[in-house]
């Protein structure tokens, strides 16, 4: 009999193409796996090395789940992407219509070829720290015991604009415990 304990795990959403419906989809897409506990803020954000694409929209989710760590990224995560036409290509800074990744996981810390938790870019990226820390101010990453806010550069997140209406339905949507 499976008596796995749900574990907190934050993930990353992103997507420059067609990003309101395409986050919307994942997001619905996710809640029938898992339970959506949380939304941060989505943010518009200029794209990484790429500044003839447009601009990303970024946010993170705060989920429950029963997956282990692998399955949830290659047969949760995944799925969703290749179902909104995602195709992965050694181009790690295309255009995307949708991106999923782990940044944490409890308080696993994982490191491999396939899989790293927490994710390594948390801190160098305000698109993922910020709206971590919007979801929990106080948060530590695994292993360190210095609060994320401490080692992001807080002036960073000028490159972000919030999208106050997106953000504001997506809640609505998929967070059912206000």
Known sequence: ??????VQAFIALGSNINPRK???EALNALSRKCTIA????FYLSPPLNRPEQPDFINGVA???TDQPPFALKYEILRKIEA????CRSADKYAARPIDLDILLYGDEQISGSELNIP???ICLRPFL?????????????????????????????????KEEEF????????????
């Open 83 to 86: 179902d909104a036409g995602r």
């Open 129 to 161: 720290f910020v709206p971590l820390l919007e979801l929990d101010p106080l948060l530590c990453l695994p292993g360190m015991n210095t609060p994320l806010r401490a080692l992001c550069r807080p002036e960073a997140d000028v490159t972000l604009k």
């Open 22 to 24: 395409n986050i919307e």
């Open 38 to 41: 949380a939304l941060s803020s």
């Open 1 to 6: 009999m499976d008596t796995a304990v749900p």
């Open 167 to 178: 953000s504001s339905y997506l809640k609505e949507r998929f967070i059912y415990e206000h």
């Open 62 to 64: 705060q989920i429950k």
């Open 119 to 121: 994710d390594p870019d």
